[in-house]
């Protein structure tokens, strides 16, 4: 689509709430708002590809709170930021988790005094990563209300316990170039499946992001895992009734080939069992650090005796006419390259490379389109007059 | 005030002496310096809160020059340097001492070629930090004469062992707030003392940044604390000589309850007695870190002896009206919440946090005007001209 | 020159290669590629020097992609970037080598969806930095052409095991400055030679870099060092065939009082002999830790040898009229300064103090001219559009 009909359809959503607001949880949001998203982050990247500048910031920081390091989410938020006209800077907090309130208030009201927005990763503790988000919120609410902030720092998701939205709607968004249009993934099959991996306690954010967003599509979503490997439950039941309201349907499946069965789109991942994650976090609230050592070795064994779910060859033969789009949020455990036995076999990875590192391109894209809205009251006109502008990014 | 107002009192100050030129301690600096200070950061903050870019710099680099790990005041650095078109530019050095001029002379040149600024925190060791402020501006200077540098970067002192001006300022731009005018602070009562906290060698450039300042104003400054938890007794000298000239008192106290007293403004706060401090730094300098151990241990236990020096809501009952405003730097020792038993009850913390917060967000801003007097020749004019232009700082 | 010479100058060099190319080795380039490299370098001091804004992108990232600490590259790349608008992003990989070339492809796409140029430091293991080099460039060419990234960012060779450019052109442009014109460094006589330091494993890639570039420039090069401490054969035969082409001389020699005689510029330093170093990547890729510590060990004792390979005084009055000019890339080992027994005496490094702070002074507009090159399509016509445009650096 070219920028006007990009802007006409824009004109047709409805979105208003975006506005000085937070990003959680995708199913916090309308599907006109998330349509919104994806028209904006289409329309940034249109900008971009013309050497029109997206610069609505003339100065501002953009904070990244990260709970682990992380390339990718970091780079991505950096240039969602960069490309608005925010500059980043870093919180490293560490690993551990913030004990009280207290300071969690105090620290998100120092940091914001010229912050624009703030983008958070905290996926490491069931019942924590989300919760702190939320915290964070209303601390900068209260201190904006209170006259301590100058302006209100929105908060961006960057994966927490519960969801992974802009990693689910980067995914979504290529979904939607891949198949032609979002009114074209209406009954597609998506299987997103467990997959073994070497390593251990991956977040569940990227399967229940899936579940909580695809469901809303019309589309026909499987979630297979093996047993023992459950997701939230009450992520479960968002996708339930998603699939019930928009006309798709939710299935669960233990049988890795009956999710991969006619399958349009595949979406195999490691993830941790829910229940130990749980387990897990409470052992790490008391401190207890060598129950956590034998919880790990434990669950090592464990992924272990599902070496069979791994995205093969045969596998992709059962899907839609073989050629299902192989899906990743990235880095994937690759067969024989990253490791012995992993989620992919090197020749389908291979052969899905450009399509998975264009999955990825979408990324920087979502958060800015986020961040646009979350800023800017009449995303509209301003996008028009940047349009209008034609300010070069490369004065080349 | 108004933009009109702010700019008409700017008029009325001589401060053509703070252009090119450094910040190290606020005696260095006339009283028409400082309050052109204060008048600017309420200039660049009033440009900020109408969304008017305060904008100077097309590009350039703020170097921040950190001998330990410090989220508040690179925050706060980061956050004036952003606001003026400055891009961050960290260099850690960790937290040993550098050992030479050699060194420090190449290192000062090496960061500079594109500095506008460097900000310096280094208030580890007495005798230390000021100096190694001063061998860094001496360097750019002789750098910058000898055509090395193009330009001279200016030098911000974020806290050195002997004062810290960017806090000082910042609190008394919060107290001209709340007092509703600098002429209004003549007369008043503050106590600056020192309180009890369960950790060891907080620096000594807060009591001693606000002794020398707040003496200035006609205050009557009151500095409190147990036998053994003497400040440098140059800085007392200079606050001494402040009171005289300036029509205020200065008077020193061992009991915490006199200094509370009627008093209209309470700084309760813990610091490191400064002959301890001394002997570290010597134990330090000799490589004796077994000893330096057996002096902390001696401190904290000293400390322990303090622990009725608290601000508690019974000492707050002493004050005038029971109502003083309360102050601190941050972060707080808060009996009960950071730590068993602190520098200030929980429930008198809780009733200022808006304060407190309040009296933080100002560092940004008074950093944001010792640059923007370091570097713009005409401020008068160069703030009437961002003001015409009426840039938006974010296009929504 | 002035801003009209500088441009009369560029007009006449053809360098349409530079456009859209990465830059690895200064034998890549040809003569004419490298003048137009001098002459940008210079015509970007001057509008900063002028306070004119050379800044040519409106948003957009560099990327530094550095294999070990790094305060003067870092700094040297990130004012480069500032200059002309792209803010910096770090990607610290340590100092492991990255096993794989998918882990590489993937990462060099993951971090460039809004990169423009990413400057590479590589120089720890002979055979790998400059190979990792070209596979990052390959690896973004080939998302470029798939359609992954949006734009190609080019690399930038901060330091590899083969060549040191940016190094080797800031000297240059010194030589270029010091002796007036690169035409009257015809005949001049050039001494490489190796010193004597207490540490060990210095890179190859500054003598390297000199040997590889001077003797472009018609100069009698002489390589000078201790027998062991050759330098890469293909480097030398580099050298050797540059000589012959550009009317100069490359000679070799095992006596540093020869290579000093009448020479005009002297550049002693310390570097490690490549057989060893080659030994050493050998060890390291089998994992053999314990192994290189005795190499280690060796090594240093070798060096030790050789205490005698210093710039002394006495060694500087062989050179013409015993006032050759001193080059280093800094820091330099220093006798008695930064160690008991280094590359040069205390009184000759302090002569030439501020000659050396100049010499690095170039490196930032070097590697700013090169990124300019590499994405600028019409450097002459942008480069008078900016000083028409005459927009204040500082508004000052």
């Known amino acids: 689509m070219n920028f006007n009909e990009l802007l006409e359809k824009l004109k047709k959503l409805d979105y208003k709430d975006l506005y000085h607001n937070d990003f959680f949880l995708t199913w916090d949001k309308t599907q006109k708002e998330l349509e919104a998203i994806f028209t904006v982050a289409d329309t940034l990247r249109y900008l971009r590809e013309n050497n029109i500048s997206p610069k609505i910031f003339d100065s501002g920081l953009g904070i990244s709170l990260f709970r682990d390091n992380s390339t990718r989410t970091r780079f991505s938020f950096a240039s969602a930021c960069n490309m608005l006209g925010l500059e980043i800077q870093d919180l490293d907090e560490g690993k551990s988790q913030i004990a009280h309130g207290e300071t969690v208030k105090e620290t998100s009201n120092m940091i914001s005094f010229m912050a624009d927005v703030i983008g958070i990763r905290d996926d490491m503790y069931i019942g924590k990563g989300h919760t702190y988000q939320k915290a964070v919120a209303e601390y900068v609410e209260e201190g904006f209300k209170d006259g301590v902030l100058e302006q209100r720092p929105t908060v961006v998701n960057l994966q927490c316990d519960i969801d992974h939205p802009t990693q689910a709607m980067a995914d979504t968004l290529h979904l939607i170039h891949e198949f032609g249009g979002i009114e074209n993934l209406k009954g597609k099959k998506v299987a997103m499946t467990w997959a073994y991996s070497p390593s251990y306690g991956k977040p569940l954010s990227v399967p229940q992001g899936i579940i909580g967003l695809l469901t809303r599509f019309g589309m026909d979503v499987v979630l297979a895992h093996p047993e023992g490997y459950e997701v939230m439950p009450e992520v479960e039941e968002i996708a339930r009734k998603n699939a019930e309201q928009y006309g798709g349907k939710f299935t ?145």
Chains 1, 2, 3 share one sequence.
Request: charged content about 30%; some cysteine.
């Open 252 to 396: 669960k499946t233990n049988d890795m080939a009956e999710a991969f069965k006619d399958a349009d789109i595949v979406y195999p991942k490691s993830w941790a069992p829910f229940a130990a994650m749980e387990e897990r976090t409470n052992l790490y609230g008391e401190g207890k650090f060598d129950e956590i050592n034998v919880l790990e070795k434990k669950l090592l064994a464990q992924n272990a005796e599902h070496k069979d779910w791994a995205c093969t060859e045969e596998m992709m033969k059962l899907t839609k006419d073989g050629k299902a789009l192989y899906l990743h949020c990235l880095p994937a455990d690759i067969t024989g390259v990253s490791c012995e036995t992993g989620e992919v076999d090197a020749t389908v990875f291979d052969r899905y490379r450009v399509p998975l590192y264009k999955e990825a391109s979408y990324k920087p894209y979502i958060i800015a389109a986020m961040i646009f809205m979350q800023k800017v009251k009449n995303p509209e006109e301003t996008l028009q007059k940047l349009v209008d502008k034609n300010k070069a990014r490369l004065e080349r």
